[in-house]
């Protein structure tokens, strides 16, 4: 297969029009030199075009390897709407058919909109155009299975107006828009979305009362209360039977109560025995909060780690006088960030850590797209443990190919696509009349046999 385009991914318009007509005009606007820290994304967004667009008029942008570099100059084209080329179209055009636009999406390219802030001021930028990155990559990776798209993106950042990039043309043909990720722009996008009878996906923690009036938005994220609910509702089917052990850890400053008392609550609606303990306790004390009979499952108050080494340094002296015990740790997401610290005993004490998201770092499909990424953009991606770029591609990846595969009747729910999260799952449930919100949530098991499963519900 020839090699793909690395930065943009766009289904290409073809303009067919006469050589010796196009050269009685220039065909470039102008030559840019490159300034220091300037890059191909803000070069073309500054003249009007899209990324594939610059590329094209610059061949040489396709060599594998290549580099923009201070010093450079590089050709501008005329943006599509430039009036010196419309005139040229239009003295050149034939008459034909009226061309019959095909509106059933399943039938035709997916037509996305990006509406996020993509710039380098800040950290929420860079953020997002490495999520962008990752729809890119999406998209390219559909191509591969005949699935076509065409992407637009707005630079949508925290002040801008959200009518102007609204009343772009092009944001009404879209199938699918991704945005915003202010609270404050959803009531626009969220209209606009169903006006023109278009999917909206909020990817990221907003928490808005539009998802229950809606019902063409697709929200990824869960409030607390819904998560808290979720993780215990796991744990419950998980562990039924056990003994639960809870740490109190005596950390003023913890959100991780809203867990423990929906925990608390769960297990005494259904008689489940469990013991609360002091992290600070003596070691007879913090031994009779253990079951000799049963399996015993800890959860502790907080998500710190100076806490976590506490509670793992007791639970291993506990180990030492008392082997028999059965013990599994049950941990927050925050967890995730320690493995460097506590791996073994992450594996030790058998522990499952909750969360929406996870990518392994032992899986090849992750390093491969670690490598496509590095690749296509000549750097790596931020040293985020949620990693941004592989958030756009998931998310991009499983709502396009729902949309190509059912159209305006796809509703996210789980089995519809078939396709297996390389860090993100999303199955998404109707709530109420209104919206569709993800329900996903997954456990990360580090085993007693030091290996890494996840379970998906």
Not at 3 to 28: D, H, I, W
Not at 90 to 112: A, G, N, S, W
Request: a positive charge; hydrophobic letters at 35%; aromatic letters at 12%.
């Amino acid at each position: 297969m020839k090699r793909l385009f690395r930065y943009f991914f766009l289904l290409t318009v073809f303009s067919f029009v006469a050589e010796g007509a196009m050269s009685q005009v220039p065909k470039f606007k102008e030559l840019h030199k490159v300034k220091r820290k300037e890059t191909i994304f803000g070069i073309a967004r500054d003249n009007g075009l899209t990324i594939d667009e610059l590329i094209e008029a610059n061949p040489e942008m396709k060599t594998p390897g290549y580099e923009l570099r201070k010093g450079d100059y590089i050709k501008i084209p005329f943006p599509p709407a430039h009036p010196e080329m419309e005139s040229v179209n239009e003295q050149l055009q034939m008459p034909t058919k009226p061309v019959v636009v095909e509106r059933d999406m399943r039938q035709r390219e997916i037509r996305v909109g990006v509406m996020l802030p993509l710039h380098d001021d800040n950290g929420d930028g860079r953020r997002m155009v490495e999520y962008y990155r990752g729809v890119l990559m999406a998209c390219d990776s559909l191509r591969a299975h005949g699935i076509s798209t065409d992407v637009r993106a707005w630079n949508l950042a925290e002040h801008s107006d959200v009518q102007h990039v609204l009343n772009d043309p092009k944001a009404a043909d879209c199938d699918l828009i991704i945005g915003p990720l202010y609270t404050k722009q959803v009531k626009a996008l969220g209209d606009f979305a169903l006006r023109h009878d278009i999917r909206l996906l909020i990817p990221f923690s907003i928490n808005s009362n539009e998802l229950f009036d809606n019902a063409n938005i697709f929200q990824v994220f869960q409030n607390g209360n819904q998560t808290n609910n979720s993780y215990v509702f796991r744990f419950y089917q998980r562990f039924k039977g056990s003994h639960v052990v809870i740490i109190d850890c005596n950390d003023s400053t913890s959100t991780k109560g809203s867990f423990t008392t929906v925990l608390r609550r769960k297990l005494e609606q259904e008689g489940a025995t469990y013991s609360i303990t002091n992290l600070k306790s003596s070691e007879a004390k913090f031994r009779q909060s253990f079951s000799p009979a049963k399996h015993n499952v800890v959860v502790l108050n907080t998500s710190r780690s100076q806490e976590l080494n506490v509670a793992f340094a007791k639970l291993n002296g506990l180990k030492m006088t008392s082997a028999d015990l059965q013990i599994s740790m049950f941990g927050y997401p925050e967890w995730l960030m320690y493995i460097r610290q506590h791996l073994d005993n992450f594996y030790k004490f058998d522990t499952y850590i909750p969360s929406t998201y996870y990518m392994s770092p032992l899986s090849h499909r992750a390093e491969h797209f670690k490598k496509k990424y590095r690749w296509n953009f000549h750097q790596d991606m931020q040293p985020y443990h949620q990693h941004y770029a592989v958030t756009g591609f998931d998310q991009a990846y499983f709502m396009i190919k729902g949309l190509h595969m059912y159209g305006t009747h796809f509703t996210g729910a789980s089995g519809m696509v078939g396709y297996t999260p390389l860090q993100t799952p999303l199955h998404f449930e109707r709530i109420g009349n209104g919206g569709l919100q993800n329900r996903a949530i997954l456990f990360v098991h580090y085993t007693p046999q030091n290996k890494i499963e996840t379970i998906n519900f």
